[in-house]
T-cell receptor
Framework: EDKVVQSPLSLVVHEGDTVTLNCSYEVTNFRSLLWYKQEKKAPTFLFMLTSSGIEKKSGRLSSILDKKELFSILNITATQTGDSAIYLC???????????FGPGTRLSVLP | EAGVAQSPRYKIIEKRQSVAFWCNPI?????LYWYQQILGQGPKLLIQFQNNGVVDDSQLPKDRFSAERLKGVDSTLKIQPAKLEDSAVYLC????????????????FGDGTRLSIL
C-alpha cells in the first residue's frame, strides 16, 4: 500500500527560527514529490521535485529530494508568523494515477 | 485566471440523508480530482477524471459515493446515504494534463465543501 509519512506532526517555533520538515514515502512507481501549504482553505503549491539531489528554492523556502533513501525535506529559514500553516507532502505514484498525501506538519510561528 | 469553483461551501445533514457537491475546474483543464480531507489528516484521493472518463476510482466507496463529469467540464460528487464518518472537507482540484509533470503547478485546488453529518 502506498504510504507517505511526515514528521514532526506539530511544531511551535519563534519568529526568526529555522525549521526542517521531513517527508518519507513508500509508493509504487514514484513519479514526483510535491509540497503544499494549507492555511484555512485550499492547499497552495510550493514545490515539485522529480530528481534526486537538486534543491528547489523560493525565497526563504527550499526543498530537496533523496530518491535513494525515499525522503524529502522542506526548510524554512527566518520564519515569520505568516508561515504558520499545515505543510503537506504528497507523492505522485503509479504513473500519475495516484496522489498520496501525508498527514501534514502543523507549524505555528510565535511572534 | 479564475480558480477552481466549488459549492456549497458548507453543508450540514443528518446521517442516512443524501448530499451532492459541485465543482467547476479551471477552463481548459482536462484532469479533475476529488479528495476527502478528514480533520487532522491529509487529503485522500477519491477519484480522478481525464476529460469525462474515470482514470482511477479505487479509493471511492462505491456503495455510497458516486461521481460524474459529464461533457468533461463540471463534476458532481454524491453521497447516498451519508454516514457519520463522511464528515470531512471535500476538495476538488484540476490540472492541465494527467500527472504533475505536465504543468508548472500540478494541481489547483478549490476551497472545498465542509460536510458535517449529525
Amino acid at each position: 500500500e502506498d504510504k507517505v509519512v511526515q514528521s514532526p506532526l506539530s511544531l511551535v517555533v519563534h519568529e526568526g527560527d529555522t525549521v526542517t520538515l521531513n517527508c518519507s514515502y513508500e509508493v509504487t512507481n514514484f513519479r514526483s514529490l510535491l509540497w503544499y501549504k494549507q492555511e484555512k482553505k485550499a492547499p497552495t503549491f510550493l514545490f515539485m521535485l522529480t530528481s534526486s539531489g537538486i534543491e528547489k528554492k523560493s525565497g526563504r523556502l527550499s526543498s530537496i529530494l533523496d530518491k535513494k533513501e525515499l525522503f524529502s525535506i522542506l526548510n524554512i529559514t527566518a520564519t515569520q508568523t505568516g508561515d504558520s500553516a499545515i505543510y503537506l507532502c504528497a507523492v505522485e505514484a503509479n504513473y500519475g494515477q495516484n496522489f498520496v498525501f501525508g498527514p501534514g506538519t502543523r507549524l505555528s510561528v510565535l511572534p | 485566471e479564475a480558480g477552481v469553483a466549488q459549492s456549497p461551501r458548507y453543508k450540514i445533514i443528518e446521517k442516512r440523508q443524501s448530499v451532492a457537491f459541485w465543482c467547476n475546474p479551471i477552463s481548459g483543464h482536462a484532469t479533475l480530482y476529488w479528495y476527502q480531507q478528514i480533520l487532522g489528516q491529509g487529503p485522500k484521493l477519491l477519484i480522478q477524471f481525464q476529460n469525462n472518463g474515470v482514470v482511477d476510482d479505487s479509493q471511492l466507496p462505491k456503495d455510497r459515493f458516486s461521481a460524474e463529469r459529464l461533457k468533461g467540464v463540471d463534476s458532481t460528487l454524491k453521497i447516498q446515504p451519508a454516514k457519520l464518518e463522511d464528515s470531512a472537507v471535500y476538495l476538488c482540484a484540476s490540472s492541465l494534463g494527467r500527472g504533475a509533470i505536465y504543468s508548472n503547478q500540478p494541481q489547483h485546488f478549490g476551497d472545498g465543501t465542509r460536510l458535517s453529518i449529525l
